[in-house]
């Protein structure tokens, strides 16, 4: 391989790693930022597992590169990740349906705590009116 | 390998420190959300993203140190994490593994 060859070669191995790293980096953060769990389920299903897939092309040219691996084994660990990505999600957003995540009040804050307020969000008993109603009578 | 050099550093060793430090420092905030929650599937997507995040720093590790031992980890790190968010997800559903 010519000179010019090995650092086009270098160049492009080092985008597809900087490319890869970002992306995890992304569907990481959004996993903290994002506010409810139907939206974080997106960064880490489809963001780090095309980041994982960049990063594990990075390495098979890396090895094929170097000469320490010549065959391109890490391609299954790309396939299988692909494959298996979109079917954890699915799980994971029917076992959030199934707690009914998304209609569950907030957990109070310290600062809830330090105004003193009543901040919960359960709704008033359907009979509490005939509760008040016989209590008065 | 003929070389690349930026400052006495070839350029895919930066490359390689920047994506392994951009990695962990993923895996720190997949366990800052492990350990938050709230929620139980919070904490499942949580591993599920360590998951993930452990194979890519094992594949920067095996690049670093120019060997392909750690691809076998690596895959059992993939099917493992599979069945493992499988498992947990399945539990949450029905409050039963193997039915």
């Known amino acids: 391989m010519s000179p010019t060859m090995e650092i086009v070669f270098e160049i492009l191995l080092s985008a597809l790693l900087l490319i890869g790293s970002f992306f995890v980096l992304v569907g990481a953060y959004s996993l903290v930022r994002l506010p409810d769990f139907f939206r974080r389920l997106h960064g880490p299903t489809k963001a780090s597992t095309l980041g994982v897939g960049c990063l594990l092309a990075a390495s098979i040219g890396f090895h094929a590169f170097v000469g320490s691996d010549p065959q391109p084994r890490e391609l299954l660990i790309t396939v299988f990740l692909f494959i298996t990505a979109p079917i954890g999600a699915h799980l994971m957003a029917k076992a959030a349906l199934s707690l009914r995540v998304d209609t569950r009040p907030d957990l109070p804050t310290a600062a809830d705590d330090d105004a003193g307020t009543d901040v919960s969000d359960v709704p008033p008993r359907p009979d509490a009116r005939d509760i008040a109603e016989v209590r008065d009578a | ?99």
Request: glycine letters at 8%; proline letters at 2%; charged letters at 15%.
């Open chain 2, 1 to 99: 390998m003929s070389g690349f050099d930026i400052g006495g550093m070839r350029l895919i060793e930066i490359a390689l420190l920047v994506a392994a430090w951009s990695v962990g420092l993923s895996m720190l905030m997949a366990v800052w959300r492990l350990l938050r929650g709230p929620t139980v599937p919070d904490r499942i997507l949580a591993l599920d993203t360590l998951n993930t995040t452990a194979i890519a720093a094992l594949v920067l590790l095996g690049m670093y140190l120019r060997t392909a031992v750690y691809f076998e980890a690596a895959l059992v790190i993939a099917m493992l994490g599979f069945v493992s968010t499988v498992v947990l997800s399945k539990y949450v559903i029905r409050r039963d593994i193997v039915e």
